[in-house]
């Protein structure tokens, strides 16, 4: 049974590539009006172009999660454009490069925790008060295998997205009764650019296995179709949680 967004008002945010642009296309694929929120204009312009030529809707604006005049615009401008929000993907974030804790900058830690967790909080700070003048919705939230386990060389990262994960299940807890259902999913490795760039940085070691048990990272749409998953209907009576999607990275 696939799942219908027909009627329904999406934010997907970090969508110029990777996993927000898939979420962003297949949200559009299942009916859904996506806004396209990126810091990347032409990441972002390209994103609405591939959902227009599918025969969908869909609007650019341009957001940096980390400032909240500009998550605060995000929302207002939504509500302008379509007069609603359904659902929301938070998916923005960045991962810096590998390094030991003691040579972790501090300017890199509040970078990554000014994008990845102040910008989740954020959006659903602004998301949440929209999506209770319809009723309810859905959130999911892109946390990572690294917001479930310690990972070497990302003390940052790992700190942003145990925060990501924290901030899921506190405000699931808060909007449930209120018809907001929040989720996280939590991505091991995916063919992303920006996994891509970060993996140069990582300390080589030829003889290390696969770190997935299924043998590969995954696909941006193989995210894509958990985070539509948990923001339809389908997944009516999933809340709080945080679901991994990673390959039996965090199993054990």
């Known amino acids: 049974m696939s799942p ?3 009627g329904k008002v999406v934010i997907v945010t970090g969508a110029a590539s990777g996993i927000g642009r898939a979420a962003a296309l297949k949200f559009a694929h299942h009916g859904a009006k996506v806004v396209v929120s990126d810091h ?7 994103t609405v172009r591939q959902i227009n030529n599918l025969g969908g809707t869909a609007t650019f604006i341009h957001t940096d999660v980390s400032q909240e005049s500009d998550v605060q615009r995000l929302i207002q401008k939504t509500l302008d454009t379509y007069g609603r929000l359904d659902c929301a993907a938070n998916n923005a974030g960045i991962l810096p490069k590998f390094v030991p804790t003691h040579q972790y900058s501090t300017e890199a830690f509040d970078k990554v925790m000014a994008v990845n967790a102040r910008g989740v909080f954020l959006c ?3 998301e949440i008060p929209a999506m209770l003048q319809n009723g309810g919705g859905a959130i999911v939230n892109t946390s ?3 917001g479930l386990v310690g990972m070497p060389y990302l003390v940052g990262y ?3 997205k145990h925060a990501v ?4 299940k506190t405000a699931a807890l808060e909007y449930a009764s209120q018809g907001i259902r929040i989720n996280a999913v939590n991505p091991g490795g995916v063919k992303t650019p920006m996994a891509a760039a970060a993996a140069a940085s990582m300390p080589q070691n030829p003889n290390a296995p696969d770190p997935h048990p299924i043998g590969h990272s995954a696909e941006p749409e193989e995210l894509a179709n958990a985070i539509v998953w948990l923001c339809s209907e389908e997944a009516s009576f ?4 945080t679901f991994a999607v990673d390959g039996g990275m965090t199993a054990d």
């Not at 990347?40 to 390209?46: I, L, S, T």
């Not at 994960?165 to 899921?168: D, F, H, S």
């Open 4 to 6: 219908s967004f027909a």
């Open 40 to 46: 990347d204009e032409a990441g972002g312009q390209e």
């Open 124 to 126: 659903m700070k602004y």
């Open 144 to 146: 990572s295998a690294a």
């Open 158 to 160: 790992v700190a942003s």
């Open 165 to 168: 994960n924290g901030m899921t």
């Open 238 to 241: 999933v809340v709080g949680a």
